[in-house]
């Protein structure tokens, strides 16, 4: 059992590795416990440069580690794991200065993470474009969908899409340029690949409708009400399903 001045020693050892206090606990060498310091915030910096790796090349070697280290203090770790420590980045890089008033970093930050999100999702089956073409068309308006478990969906301001697919040379004119219309994204996985595309106008209302559980038929009709065209709601959905199957974001019917 631990004396109590261990136990004493031993939090206020962590409080410092922590960065939650700004000195080492008297008797300890502060070289040596400033060492062990800095090896966890470089531990916490290199899980932020795995999941964030277009960001760190935006952001600059040094740039990224002063950036992970204002954010290991503001966010410390709660999770034994580390996979989880750079789950409120995105958070961070809107509401912190200086990196708030360039927004696409903040949405470049969120488009990483559910990518990692999606490839550590669950697997399961997905189904073909027989099982659909089999509902009788009387249970259309009842129908509901259960998606794959890696299906993520955001919703973004800048083409995060262009900046994450220009890395290199090209990757800072990239993020200067994008542009600053809405982009509904969606992100997946199949086999051990993760996907990602852009949702075309109408998708992601129809989509987000029933990944919340709503039926064909009530999708529809917040369809309806919200394009203008004179198109067929029903039909515009039918033909995006038909995509989503071919994605393979769907895994059920019912």
């Avoid at 080492?24 to 290199?46: D, F, H, I, K, M």
């Avoid at 009842?142 to 994450?164: C, E, M, N």
């Avoid at 129809?206 to 309806?224: H, I, K, M, N, V």
């Avoid at 009400?225 to 895994?251: K, N």
């Amino acid at each position: 059992m631990n004396a109590p001045g261990l136990v004493d020693l031993q939090t206020r050892f962590q409080a410092f590795i922590l960065q939650e206090a700004e000195s080492p606990p008297a008797g300890l060498q502060a070289v040596g416990a400033t060492v062990y310091s800095e090896a966890y915030v470089l531990r916490l910096t290199e899980a932020l440069v795995n999941d964030y790796p277009v960001l760190q090349q935006l952001l600059g070697e040094t740039g990224f580690a002063g950036m992970a280290r204002t954010y290991a203090l503001a966010s410390p770790s709660r999770h034994f794991s580390v996979r989880w420590f750079g789950q409120h980045l995105a958070r961070y890089l809107r509401t912190t200065s200086p990196y708030a008033a360039e927004p696409y970093l903040g949405e470049l930050a969120a488009f990483e993470w559910l990518m990692g999100e999606a490839f550590d999702a669950a697997n399961a089956p997905t189904i073909g474009a027989e099982q659909l073409g089999a509902i009788p068309a009387a249970d259309w308006p009842d129908l509901t969908l259960a998606f794959h478990p890696s299906l993520r969906r955001l919703d973004v301001q800048h083409d995060v899409l262009a900046i994450w697919q220009s890395r290199g040379s090209e990757l800072a004119t990239a993020a200067q340029g994008a542009n600053r219309l809405p982009m509904h994204v969606a992100v997946w996985r199949r086999g051990l690949e993760v996907y990602f595309r852009p949702l075309v106008p109408g998708e992601a209302l129809s989509l987000d409708a029933l990944l919340d559980g709503e039926t064909f038929a009530a999708a529809c009709e917040q369809l309806a009400a919200d394009v203008s065209s004179g198109d067929d709601p029903a039909i515009r959905i039918v033909g995006w399903l038909r995509q989503w199957l071919a994605d393979g974001l769907i895994a059920g019917l019912r």
